[in-house]
């Protein structure tokens, strides 16, 4: 697949995404990359559409994210903040939607903290035969494929810089370590990982990390997703470590004794990578609490920390996929 035979119109999930799709996004970012280094910086390659951002809950990277994305690529940019929106009038999210539809947006991003938001959006727009492409900027437990796509991008650049491929990965032994449960990031990786062929080793307490989580993934991948209720042996050998941010704001048990206690049992340090291959690499999507899933000193680290190449990245990666579905056939 190349992107002109690129057909998907909304993106809201990495369940079913084809290998071709994924080598084509990492294919596009990696022009796109180039894109952003050049002195130009800009492309018109969306000119003349509308591109809505309608972020329904707190978001500092990607929603800054999609919005430069969204400006390189030479398109209008419309932002909601649903404080100062008509929502706090009584205004429902989809006549919110019809109401950015009736101004002509083309593509929306949308966060929401509930599930499925926008799956139903873009079934309400599939219905009025609107022709708006939909963006799951994250929603609730589920998705977040942005994320997963930018953190698999990142992966494969630090592999191979100039030929980003899936087929990187195959075989590869990657920990995902923190809240799981309450993680869309994980269940977008866990899918684009597991579909690459490489090992997926998850690490949490029992309460975020409930052995039931082996069955979201289908049948074909079972025996290369483990669970592990301690950090060493998800660590061991493994050439990339994702950590993700405990989010209390969705915690609504005791989840947890204390935060010092997880950081001591699940807080990854320069010590713990000791554990990993000698080259290991260390992702988190962030906003990090420092100190608590991961040290402050290995989140600077130049030498393991792909931190701040995730954030960068994350511009070329959501400019190939506004692109792709911009103009997808
Ligand atoms: C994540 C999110 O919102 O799902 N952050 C992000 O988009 N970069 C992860 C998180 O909030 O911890």
Known sequence: MTATSWTRKHIISLEDFSIEEYNTVLTTASSFKDVLQSRTKKVP??????VANMFFEPSTRTRSSFELAAKRLSADILNFAPSTSSLTKGETILDTAKTYLAMGANIMVIRHSQSGVPLNIALEMDRLQSGVSIFNGGDGLHQHPSQGLLDLFTICSSLESKNPQISLLKDKKIAIVGDILHSRVARSNINS???????????????LLPSLFAD???????????????LKPALENADFVMTLRLQKERMTDYLLPSLREY???FGITLDRLQWCKPEVKVLHPGPVNRGVEISSELMDDPNYSLISDQVTNGVAVRMALLYLIGNSK
Not at 45 to 50: K, R, T, Y
């Open 216 to 230: 979201i993934v289908e049948d074909k991948y079972k025996d290369r997703l483990f669970l592990h209720w301690h």
């Open 193 to 207: 990982l597991l579909a690459s062929g490489a090992q997926v080793h998850l690490a949490s307490s029992p309460t």
């Open 263 to 265: 950081h001591q049992l």
């Open 45 to 50: 390659a969306l000119q003349g559409q509308v």
